[in-house]
């Protein structure tokens, strides 16, 4: 990320400096002459870490809350806001490493301290945690999971807006503020029970006596939702403490790609025409070590 000072041009073509503009907000939106589009079209939104802007919201059960609340006042990253009623994380100290794509010292110091996510404790019993970036998310995940013990807040969902957040070039600053209440109201997401997927599966066996029978309907099954579109919204479990951070991540990956193909105008991408590239792909990098081992 090239250096800004905090009176220069904000690279966002606003016309506004930098210091009252992106350096403000945390994001970065670039020009649309500088990419080469028409100012009618949408432009891809970063964050100051250089992440793809896509919503995310953590949720965590609460164990014992004066004990969180106590850790959190332990760590420096950590700021209370009495105004909002909410904790602040910022990109430094413990939240600093490992770090983002922009390591801390390379953050413009117009948007310092940056701040990477929102922690609000809802109630008695439960934590919500607001990210910008599936990086950001990982890194909270570890974050919370190294310096609070399980017993005291436990990880349980995680909800992601299954679309990038994009500004259009005549008005760059169309991304003033995403409303991540609104976003993740409970009637704008949509729950995946993985329980009852196993259980329909078992609904679909049973009504075939023929192995082979049974495994074609299920199949069909698992194709026919593959081509779904995905919910504007998903929430579903993290698993994180079972299956570890890689499963999260490719979890929140693979339906980053299929945003960006909705970006890219292929608007019927599902998880069927990915899995199918994933397939070609395997199958294109096998036959060409098999080559290479021959030769």
């Known amino acids: 990320m090239a250096k800004i000072g905090r009176n220069d041009a ?5 016309g506004k400096k930098f210091k009252k503009c992106c350096a403000s907000r945390g994001v970065m939106v670039p020009p649309a002459k500088v990419i080469n589009i028409n100012f009618s079209e949408k432009i891809l939104v970063k964050t100051m870490t250089d992440e793809l802007f896509q919503p995310m919201r953590l949720y965590y059960i609460i164990h014992d809350k004066q004990k969180l609340e106590t850790c959190l ?9 009495e105004k909002l009623n909410d904790w602040v994380v910022y990109y430094t100290a413990e939240a600093a490493k490992p770090k983002l794509n922009v390591p801390p010292s390379k953050v413009p110091k117009e948007a310092r301290p940056l701040i ?4 609000y404790i809802d109630n008695e019993s439960a934590m919500l945690i607001d990210i910008r970036s599936i990086e950001r998310a990982t890194k909270m995940l570890e974050l919370i999971n190294k310096y609070i013990p399980k017993k005291v807040v436990e ?5 992601i807006y299954n679309k990038l957040i994009t500004a259009t070039g005549s008005d760059p600053k169309s991304t003033v503020d995403v409303d991540y209440d609104d976003i993740f109201n409970q009637k704008n997401v949509t729950v995946i029970d993985p329980e009852k997927i196993i259980q329909e599966s078992h609904e679909i066996a049973a009504q075939y006596e023929d192995k082979e029978e049974r495994l074609e309907a299920l199949f069909q099954r698992t194709q026919d939702n593959a081509k779904k579109p995905l919910p504007k919204v998903e929430k579903f479990p993290a698993h994180y403490y079972e299956d570890g951070i890689n499963s999260f991540n490719t979890t929140c990956s693979m339906r980053q790609i299929i945003a960006m193909q909705h970006y890219l105008g292929n608007k019927d991408f599902s998880f069927y025409d990915l899995t199918q590239e994933l397939v070609h792909k395997n199958v294109d990098q096998s036959q060409s070590e098999e080559e290479w081992v021959r030769t």
């Open 155 to 159: 990880v349980t969902h995680a909800a």
């Open 116 to 119: 990477i996510a929102t922690i």
């Open 73 to 81: 006042k332990n760590l420096e990253c950590m700021n209370y806001d």
């Open 10 to 14: 904000c690279p966002c073509d606003s």
